[in-house]
């Protein structure tokens, strides 16, 4: 099972929400490195006719996925005439490296852009951004504030057609500029640093000849001010990490959840609030609309209260079971 398993019943050992008075159970204070954020920022923008040039073009070809129907490479284990092949999902966009791999494993020879290029999309391949030029001036009349100016570099994805309809990907940069005011922490033996956060993807595009295109490209920047640090914090101590839960597909699990014996009624009576935890059963379990109060996992989830009718007999009732307590067929739910 995992932390957040609903068999694991121990919530007092894992990450969640805390129940009660929240320190109960602060037994410690730990000196953890980690990287403390001063200050920090986002700006988004659309930038229009943006002229960009690709580099390291590469031809898009099928991957290895033993049926050659996928643009992305596969690991395949092949023996005799069957193969076992595992492949990233289709719906992931193909990276460069990606496309760079497929080409290098490609029998056939390589082919050559051919004619004009026509642009299809491109977005961004990391969102680790470059900054350069950096200037941080302090500034007098607000104490610990600073003009911080540099050129921070989107990395870019770029695919596109040849006038053959072969798909091509290359790689480019965009420079974005800017002029910004933050929160600049007095001097120290350990410096501060900036780093920056970036994505990107692109509307449109039309290619202009020699390798260039001119996009329009919404782009997101996030600069931050941190600094490695050393910091004291209270802690609930060491976590207990449970065991793993197989995945399985337990088609008893339905028939095992009803009673042992026939119940005096089939409603469940539910008592408090529905929209979510809080409220409680007769037996006095907290429940919720969706099933039970999952902080780490409930000790007895209980189901909400639902409507079914017997397929059979039409018999309704206003409980969780899947057998008609009256013939024994199916129960369809009917909320």
Not at 40 to 65: A, F, H, T, W, Y
Not at 121 to 150: H, K, W, Y
Not at 155 to 183: N, S
Not at 272 to 288: I, K, L, M, R, V
């Amino acid at each position: 099972m995992s932390f957040y398993s609903y068999k694991n019943a121990n919530s007092e050992c894992c990450p969640g929400v805390v129940s009660g008075n929240i320190l109960t159970g602060l037994n410690q204070r730990v000196c953890v490195q980690v990287k403390n954020i001063y200050d920090s920022c986002m700006q988004q923008e659309q930038l229009d006719d943006k002229r960009i040039v690709i580099e390291n073009i590469v031809p898009v070809l099928p991957g290895n996925d033993c049926l050659g129907n996928s643009g992305r490479p596969c690991a395949c284990e092949c023996e005799g005439n069957r193969c076992n092949c595992e492949c990233p999902p289709a719906s992931i966009p193909i990276t460069h490296d990606e496309a760079v791999q497929n080409a290098e494993n490609s029998p056939n020879p390589l082919p050559r852009p051919y004619g004009a290029w026509t642009f299809e999309s491109c977005r961004s391949s990391t969102t680790a951004g470059r900054i350069s030029n950096l200037s941080v001036e302090r500034m007098t009349d607000r104490p610990q504030f600073a003009r911080v100016r540099c050129t921070v570099d989107v990395p870019l994805d770029v695919l596109f057609l040849d006038q053959r309809c072969q798909e091509w990907m290359g790689q480019t940069v965009v420079k974005v500029d800017k002029d910004i005011l933050l929160c600049i922490p007095d001097d120290s033996i350990i410096p501060f640093t900036l780093e920056s956060l970036v994505s990107a993807i692109c509307v449109s595009g039309t290619y202009i000849g020699n390798c260039s295109f001119d996009i329009t490209v919404c782009v997101t920047v996030v600069l931050k001010v941190l600094a490695e640090v050393d910091i004291l914090i209270p802690t609930y101590g060491f976590c207990q990490v449970p065991p793993c839960e197989e995945f399985a597909e337990n088609v008893c699990d339905e028939f095992f959840s009803l009673p042992l014996f026939p119940q005096s009624s089939c409603a469940l009576e539910t008592v408090g609030d529905a929209t979510g935890c809080g409220g409680t059963t007769g037996n006095g379990t907290t429940t919720s609309a969706t099933g039970g109060c999952y902080s780490c996992g409930p000790v007895n989830p209980v189901r909400p209260a639902r409507v079914s009718q017997c397929s059979n007999c039409g018999t309704t009732c206003a409980g969780g079971g899947s057998l008609c307590p009256r013939c024994g067929s199916t129960m369809t739910s009917m909320n």
